[in-house]
T-cell receptor
Framework: DGGITQSPKYLFRKEGQNVTLSCEQNLNHDAMYWYRQDPGQGLRLIYYSQIVNDFQKGDIAEGYSVSREKKESFPLTVTSAQKNPTAFYLC??????????????FGDGTRLSIL | AQSVAQPEDQVNVAEGNPLTVKCTYSVSGNPYLFWYVQYPNRGLQFLLKYITGDNLVKGSYGFEAEFNKSQTSFHLKKPSALVSDSALYFCAVRPSSSGGYQKVTFGTGTKLQVIP
């Protein structure tokens, strides 16, 4: 079955450490997204990518970095500059971005906590 | 700037009763509207969408939503609630304009609790 796989499901970060969250999709989707979910705040966009080797900042990109070297993969690095990283991180993908009437497909998330 | 409001943090309904989860939006031009459901520690699952045409949209698991342009609303409904419908529901909007990136804005979510 096609879908989005996020790993790990749970992740713990030490002070001053960078951590990387994995997101892989086999839906052949062009566009991929990273969201942060905090209780009562809905989803906030961190980064998005419409095509391989291109990505754009979302609303809360500070302290995060991404890469898009392959169509299937869109890893997110939470750097030590992100002072409040504890959250539930969701990766999503959608068919070509310009078809804006298409829904996004989501992975099952990674829960990041500070040690 | 576009926005989505889900005025109720939580909705409680008895099993077998009809349910409504409210959503209002603000966007430039015509909207594309979406409802998603999230179960604990899972990602969002798509339920239904409004693009154009009939104001009543039918989706997965017996859910439907009514688009009201004059009230800028897109309320989610189900005629008979099930305990298994208990989850967090998100409304989302994006402009229908083509070309370039069109941002999706999500509401803050409404927790639906169906009481046996």
């Amino acid at each position: 079955d096609g879908g989005i796989t996020q790993s790990p499901k749970y992740l713990f970060r030490k002070e001053g450490q960078n951590v990387t969250l994995s997101c892989e999709q086999n839906l052949n989707h062009d566009a991929m997204y990273w969201y942060r979910q905090d209780p009562g705040q809905g989803l906030r966009l961190i980064y998005y990518s419409q095509i391989v080797n291109d990505f754009q900042k979302g609303d809360i990109a500070e302290g995060y970095s991404v890469s898009r070297e392959k169509k299937e993969s869109f890893p997110l690095t939470v750097t030590s500059a992100q002072k409040n990283p504890t959250a539930f991180y969701l990766c999503a993908s959608s068919i070509f971005q310009d078809l804006s009437n298409q829904p996004q497909h989501f992975g099952d998330g990674t829960r990041l906590s500070i040690l | 700037a576009q926005s989505v409001a889900q005025p109720e943090d939580q909705v409680n309904v008895a099993e077998g009763n009809p349910l409504t989860v409210k959503c209002t939006y603000s966007v430039s031009g015509n909207p594309y509207l979406f409802w998603y459901v999230q179960y604990p520690n899972r990602g969002l699952q798509f339920l239904l969408k409004y693009i154009t045409g009939d104001n009543l949209v039918k989706g997965s698991y017996g859910f439907e939503a009514e688009f009201n342009k004059s009230q800028t609303s897109f309320h989610l409904k189900k005629p008979s609630a099930l305990v298994s419908d208990s989850a967090l529901y998100f409304c989302a909007v994006r402009p229908s304009s083509s070309g370039g990136y069109q941002k999706v804005t999500f509401g803050t979510g409404t927790k639906l609790q169906v009481i046996p």
